[in-house]
């Protein structure tokens, strides 16, 4: 069955644009229209955008009240960075401390929300046991709800709602602030990626809006904002993933549905209008997988109806169309996926009865259920996932603890099972992990 598309309305959809073209993505936020307007109106001249509406980005992970208090520091702290001119802080940074060392160790990284830390970790690759990584975990200037790691392994990005921080990896996991502390860009991050080449940081912003974009150098981890894009159709920002050969990024948006750019990986630039994949009444697009030959695309699905994983076969161009049998059942509240290392199996972790469900993935991109699926009590509200660099384990972070973080192993013997082969608290309890990554 061919997806249904539409476009967004085409004065939200900004032209191609390549790195040499900078500019700052302006929202319409009623609390930065200040008395620095002159400056706001020439910036706006220059780099115009459709006017959005602010909303609280349903992924929150958090109670309301907090909500509010994080949002009011979140102003604070944008306001300071960007003197309410420009909404995004143009950034040329040569972090201070050196470059990350370019390594193959086994490490996995654990955003705690409440904590405002970095829970850092190494894998032995036989057992799959955990040894928290040197100084871990490490404290960072806000509640960090995404991460990325550069293709290279040498730097961590960190994001949350009103700063992104970097971070090199040293060749025994550990983590140095990078710029002094001090954040990088005023952002919004609700997810993060880094194109497969290692050139470029996307950072989808929970102003359900905008989408950052940044080109990094890969020696120094310095940053310089490029165009990013904006966009309005409705929903929450939830995820945003890259195609691995790099032609495609595909945004997921709640109930807004799923968004698929061109890219061109070489120049950073994206195609002027995405196809937009529209989701059943009352469906919410949660997480997105993407095959290694970038023929098929996976999304967890949430809602009252068509819950569940859906697979869309890739077209030219980026035209998507429904595997048959999709969508395929999972868990109650699908809120993450991932693909093991060969692509054979697929992951769906379940957030509100705390499951993952496990498939294989046949010819065609067919999805069929492991007997031994779903696998249970695996943590109170797991909300995120990463495979470690071996392949041979899948890690955890749980919102609610119980425990924060679960290492799964895969099975040989009974290709494809997951089973608990380590925990670990990630630091003072409750500490809600938010974001998980892992060494590629």
Known sequence: MQAQY???????????????????????????????????HTALRTAPAA?????????SLFPAPLRLASLAACLVLLA???????????????????GGTTGTGDYVYVANGSTNTIAGYSITKATGALTSTPGSPYTVGISPTALAITANN?????????GLYEYSISSTGALTALNGGAALASVLAQSMTVSPDGQW?????????????????QTTGALTQATGTSFSVGGSSQAVKI???GQYIFIAMGTGGTLVYGFNTSTGGMSISPLRLVPQTLISDNALAVDANSAYLYIARSG????????Y?????????????????????????LLNSTGAYLYVGNRTDGTISEYSVGSGGVLTALASSPVKAVGTLPVAMARDNSGSYIAVANNGGAPDLNILGISGSSPGTLASVATATTGTDPTNPTAIVATH
């Open 6 to 40: 539409s476009k967004p309305p085409a004065a939200t959809r900004p032209g191609l644009h390549g790195p040499a073209e900078r500019r700052s993505v302006q929202i319409n936020l009623t609390i930065l229209a200040d008395a620095r307007a002159t400056s706001l």
């Open 201 to 217: 940081l996307f950072i989808l912003n929970s102003d359900a809006a905008t989408l950052s974009q940044f080109q990094i150098n």
């Open 243 to 245: 195609s691995p050969n």
């Open 154 to 162: 040498s730097f961590l990005f960190v994001g949350g709602y009103g």
């Open 304 to 311: 009252s109806t068509g819950s569940g994983v859906a697979a």
């Open 313 to 337: 076969s890739i077209a030219s161009g980026g035209a998507l169309t429904s595997v048959a049998g999709s969508p395929t059942a999972t868990g109650v509240g699908p809120y993450s996926i």
């Open 80 to 98: 300071a960075l960007t003197g309410c001119g420009n909404f995004f802080v143009p950034v040329t940074t040569t972090p201070g401390g050196g």
């Open 51 to 59: 006017p959005t509406t602010r909303r609280a980005p349903a992924r």
